[in-house]
């Protein structure tokens, strides 16, 4: 999967920059002068970020990041293992040359607001100034609380107790802002709310009003907190969270204080964490990803050896329990090119998403990312049961053969890495949902980048239905979640790439794409039926990125939607946010997060909003959470600075 036009979410954004240009660069090479920054650029960045090549961010992009924290992302982040070699004082100089595209734009560019964003203060990750809260009182839970990524074991997405009525939904107005660099979704245990980001700071603030209860300052994540009762912890609740380097740390969740940190999960170096971990029982399971798809687009880089897999630690201590990887074919070598470097396989098969539970029969749920290489395997594009207490596969199901995709693969292409024939890259990064039926039989369902929805039997495998909702691309078909009530299931649908060429010529000598599908859709989980489609408006929208500039709005809902009784809450790429009547499809409420900038409750004075992208928005105690500008996948309306917002009726 290629998360990084927009999957550089949550700090991603600079893969194709450390990956394509900063590994393996010795650290006698580069010089530490003021120009460094431009000599390790130009020598090893431009060709993939000047421009931008496919879906690699491109200077401006990179430029819209706060200077400590690309520096960040290079040092402690997920970028750290492609710099190695560098001194701190060539991370700082690569990070100070890319910021001189603010300042430096070409008269083609001037004016543009990607030039021309606002400079917030940044020390140490923090944005702005924290406004802590004047009392901390204990937690305490509710029957309305979001305590983890799904909101529950089968990772529905539906909030059974709002504290929102059908009379309240019309009448959502912004009641606080919140900003932060590359913020995900948060959870909420009573007035309490923990969210994490790309700068490094984990929060814990008060849901009703922003404050800050308490901050931990060097934990860079993408991934939702999951916080429970727990007697690990003093004050009996505990939080825990998977660190984009591999890492998982728990906190006891009243303090901030840290209960311990795992051993690295993954001992590949360019590995990652961006599926959120769930509990299940005395375990805590962490799926495991990787940025290989985007390493492969550097000459010096031998393809492939990662695979993704899924690991469970013991929830007290933080041990290893077991780890089991969706690749089991044996590795070998595929060729050599030029160099000498030896390129291998099978490979891939990353897990993007969280997973979801069936404790009656034991299992959990995970889907898996494509293949890196040409060599076959049974892994990648797949739905997969595991035995939660031994980690064995109970049942796997591919759903895609020969997805083979790495990134910069093209006519141009002198990277070496690219699989033949190249692959759709469509395969799954949102997460399945167990359903119960009338009757008592249940249906596991899963959404593809394909734009193709599933049904199978939770117990076998067996596939009981497909239903082709979109069109699908990269960048979704079904993309970052989906969300399911008692009755239907809702599925957004993306299709970014065709979305996105809209009123455009097809380049020459390519056909003109098939019209997408954006937009929501309820299916029956007993048949697949689709029961009502809502096309995504075209509606007015303006990236504060382009200036001046009329906005090609991407009306593609990607992120995961957030279900209350009676209405679906989805975010698009276009910065809309909305609510539709989940009987009907019908738009009941609507709030353009593009259309005003924010003066947030931490000291930033007209923080643009932007796009809504990645894991979607969070619904507790008559509050609704979005985040707003994040940098995801696709990057579009992404602000580097990003704000969370918080809904509430009229405002109060």
């Not at 020390?123 to 839970?141: F, L, M, Q, S, W």
């Not at 969280?354 to 404790?359: E, G, Q, R, T």
């Not at 595991?386 to 093209?410: E, L, P, S, Y």
Request: proline fraction near 8%; charged fraction near 20%.
């Amino acid at each position: 999967m290629n998360m990084f036009s927009k999957t550089a979410r949550a700090g991603l954004t600079m893969t194709a920059l450390a990956a394509a240009a900063l590994w393996a660069l010795p650290a006698a090479a580069q010089p530490s002068a003021p120009d460094a920054g431009a000599a390790i650029f130009t020598a090893r960045c431009k060709s993939c970020h000047e421009p931008a090549v496919e879906r690699a961010p491109g200077v401006a992009d990179l430029a819209r990041r706060p200077k400590d924290d690309i520096v960040r992302a290079l040092t402690s982040g997920v970028m750290a293992p492609m710099a190695a070699g560098l001194t701190q004082a060539d991370k700082e100089a690569v990070a100070g040359y890319i910021a001189t595209a603010r300042r430096s734009a070409s008269p083609a560019t001037a004016g543009r607001g990607d030039l021309e964003m606002p400079q917030v203060a940044i020390k140490g990750g923090v944005v702005g100034t924290d406004p802590k809260c004047a009392a901390n009182p204990p937690i305490r839970p509710t029957p309305g609380d979001w305590a983890s990524m799904g909101i529950d074991d089968r990772s529905s997405r539906f909030q059974r107790h709002p504290g929102l009525t059908a009379a309240d939904i019309p009448r959502l107005k912004l009641k606080w802002a919140f900003a932060m660099t590359g913020g995900g979704q948060p959870t909420v245990v009573g007035d309490w709310l923990f969210v994490t980001n790309r700068s490094g700071k984990f929060y814990a603030l008060d849901a009703k009003t922003g404050c800050v209860h308490w901050s931990v300052d060097d934990l860079v994540a993408r991934t939702t907190p999951v916080v429970i009762r727990s007697p690990i912890s003093p004050s009996g609740w505990a939080t825990f969270v998977g660190q984009s380097d591999r890492i998982v740390r728990a906190f006891d969740a009243q303090t901030g204080k840290e209960l311990w940190r795992s051993a690295p999960l993954e001992s590949h170096p360019i590995g990652v964490l961006t599926g959120s971990p769930v509990v299940a029982g005395d375990k805590l399971l962490v799926p495991i990803s990787s940025i290989e798809e985007a390493a492969a687009m550097s000459k010096a880089y031998a393809c492939c050896t990662f695979r993704g897999s899924l690991a469970a630690l013991d929830l007290a201590t933080g041990k290893l329990l077991w780890k089991t990887y969706m690749i089991t074919e044996p590795q070998r070598v595929i060729r050599e090119k030029e160099g000498g470097l030896k390129l291998q396989g099978p490979a891939g098969a990353a897990i993007w998403g969280a997973p979801s539970l069936d404790l009656k029969r034991g299992l959990v749920f995970v889907v898996t990312g494509d293949s890196y290489t040409d060599v076959d395997t049974l892994g990648p594009d797949s739905v997969v049961a595991i035995d939660i207490k031994t980690g064995k596969t109970r049942w796997h199901h591919q759903v895609t053969a020969k997805d083979n995709f790495v990134m910069g693969c093209g006519p141009t292409s002198v990277s070496g890495n690219c699989p033949t024939p190249l692959g759709p890259d469509v395969d799954f990064g949102a997460t399945p949902i167990l359903m119960t039926l009338k009757g008592g039989k249940q249906v596991l369902v899963a959404g593809q980048k394909s734009g193709v929805a599933y049904g199978f039997n939770p117990g076998t495998g067996a596939l009981l239905w497909k239903t082709s909702v979109g069109v699908g691309s990269a960048l979704g078909g079904i993309e970052w979640g989906i969300g399911a009530d008692d009755a239907r299931v809702y599925i957004p649908v993306s299709d970014f790439g065709q979305v996105a060429s809209e009123g455009r010529p097809a380049r020459p000598g390519q056909p003109a794409s098939a019209p997408g599908k954006p937009g929501l859709n309820a299916l029956d989980p007993a048949t697949g039926r689709i029961l009502w489609t809502t096309p995504a408006p075209k509606a007015a929208c303006h990236y504060a990125s382009d200036g001046p500039r009329e906005t090609h709005c991407i009306r593609s809902p990607s992120a995961a939607p957030a279900i209350i009784p009676g209405f679906v809450v989805e975010g698009a790429l276009d910065g809309w946010f909305r609510a539709y009547d989940a009987g009907t499809g019908k738009i009941v409420w609507e709030y353009s997060t593009t259309a005003q900038a924010y003066d947030t409750v931490n000291g930033i004075k007209g923080q643009p909003g932007g796009g809504i992208d990645g894991m979607g928005p969070t619904v507790a105690h008559g509050m609704v959470y979005v985040t707003s500008g994040n940098n995801g996948a696709a990057r579009v309306g992404s602000n580097g600075v990003n704000v969370l917002l918080a809904f509430s009726p009229d405002g109060k």
